[in-house]
């Protein structure tokens, strides 16, 4: 079992609309967790970290974990073309560990 | 550009034949993280250095690829007698790992093809 796991996709949906990207973990040690966004041909680029249960929000985007369940979301808000991407959950395994993407595209 | 640099961005070759990528990390960053990425995969670890001191290898490492970072500044990926199984991007990240939060900064990788 990976540590790390995603809900593959891949994902559509209109602009505007609400997204909800998730993953789940098995390490209970995994103390925080980041979010990547990866455009096409691009190296993952760091969107948002979070750490402990509860919700983060940054402008149009919110983490949440749920240690509980060991889940982990993503939720983007107002959803835009340009944020048609692949996105990565990725824990602290004793080095960084991916999920292994979900792909969205934003139809305009 | 004060990113994570890598060279070159793309790269074929014939099997058997060997390549050398090159990752220039963010200047005051310690640490410095190789990662491998196949089409619809997240990236999988490859090997890290703190400073110039490579600190661990993954078993995905074989015997092929050799890592260096001489002065604890840039970074050298070389993969020997290539196998059409090393297609792959190889992607460079830098950290300033300080705490328990560190942050990964990747670079735009290189895409390698091996025919």
């Known amino acids: 079992q990976k540590e790390v796991e995603q809900d593959p996709g891949p994902l559509s949906v209109p602009e505007g609309a609400i997204v909800s990207l998730n993953c789940t973990y098995s390490n209970s040690a995994f103390q925080y967790f980041m979010w990547y966004r990866q455009y096409s041909r691009k190296g993952p680029e760091l969107l948002m970290y979070?750490?402990?249960?509860g919700n983060k929000e940054d402008g149009r985007f919110t983490a949440q974990v749920d240690k509980s369940s060991k889940y982990i979301s993503l939720f983007i808000r107002d959803s835009q073309p340009s944020d048609s991407a692949t996105y990565l959950c990725a824990g602290p395994a004793r080095q960084l560990t991916f999920g292994s993407g979900t792909q969205l595209t934003v139809l305009p | 550009d004060t990113g994570v640099s890598q060279d070159p961005r793309h790269k074929i070759t014939k099997r058997g034949q060997n390549v050398t990528f090159r990752c220039d990390p963010i200047s005051e960053h310690n640490r410095l993280y190789w990662y491998r990425q196949t089409l619809g995969q997240g990236p999988e670890f490859l090997t890290y250095f703190q400073n110039e001191a490579q600190l661990e290898k993954s078993r995905l490492l074989s015997d092929r690829f050799s890592a260096e970072r001489p002065k604890g500044s840039f970074s050298t990926l070389e993969i020997q007698r290539t196998e059409q199984g090393d297609s792959a991007m190889y992607l460079c990240a830098s950290s300033l790992a300080r705490g328990q939060h560190e942050k990964l900064f990747f670079g735009s990788g290189t895409q390698l093809s091996v025919l």
């Open positions: 979070t750490y402990s249960s």
